[in-house]
């Protein structure tokens, strides 16, 4: 049954099957049953909100069977949809650029983590942002220069579940349907949107880490991964930021 949503609802979406194709799949936003699986199920800020989902959901969806016509939307039976990350770093690039359509020089905006900026910055060149480090957040990894786009930071660190051996996280392996298995702790993507660099962070929690970072200037990103040994990788053109 098609029902009628917001416009911003539509370039959501789109947001998301844009993520899933650059992807291949990596990036895949109908996995929310997994997600609550692995026990994302309540609000970190306020517990008492917590989502539940209908018995007919399963994982994967069919994100193609999605059907848009305007703004009525039409869902497969059991297909979910989790907002998550892409719906930060849309936010963040939806501000950024109304900012400058009402006549800002230039903005800034940060979501969660998720950072859009356009238009001029400060000095005139970029915007200096600083990378938490992972292992000691109140230190800053290094500091990057953005003209334009978006620098989105995923971690396996933050939203963690249960305990020892039976400890989870949010970050999915759409091939395991379970917490990516990995020792990349996080994934740091500049990208033309937040958008589009929050899809491509997941591709790096589940492929070989070298081989993620070569294929990451190909779509037009560049990237950081920090392992669990406390050591980093960055693709080759990740220097043009610095």
Do not use: C
């Amino acid at each position: 049954v098609p029902v009628e949503v917001d416009a911003l609802t539509v370039q959501l979406i789109e947001a998301m099957r844009e993520g899933y194709a650059i992807t291949a799949g990596s990036y895949d936003p109908t996995l929310l049953p997994d997600v609550l699986a692995a026990g994302y199920h309540a609000s970190q800020l306020e517990p008492s909100r917590v989502t539940t989902l209908p018995a007919t959901a399963h994982s994967p969806g069919n994100l193609g069977a999605v059907r848009i016509e305007g703004t009525a939307v039409t869902m497969p039976v059991g297909t979910t949809l989790d907002a998550g990350g892409i719906g930060k770093g849309l936010a963040a690039d939806l501000v950024v650029h109304r900012a400058l359509a009402a006549g800002a020089w230039g903005a800034m905006a940060e979501f969660g983590g998720d950072i859009a900026v356009a238009g001029q910055a400060p000095d005139g060149h970029g915007w200096h942002l600083g990378l938490e480090n992972p292992f000691t957040p109140d230190d800053h990894l290094e500091v990057v220069s953005l003209a334009r786009g978006g620098i989105v930071t995923s971690s396996q660190r933050k939203r963690r579940f249960g305990d020892g051996d039976a400890e989870t996280h949010h970050l999915v392996d759409p091939t395991t349907h379970r917490s990516a298995d990995t020792t990349v702790q996080t994934v740091t993507v500049i990208a033309g949107s937040a958008a589009r660099a929050e899809a491509l962070t997941k591709r790096g929690f589940v492929e070989d880490a070298e081989l993620y970072l070569q294929w990451l200037p190909s779509v037009g990103a560049a990237g950081l991964i920090v392992l669990a040994d406390q050591s980093t990788r960055e693709s080759s053109n990740w220097g043009d930021y610095r």
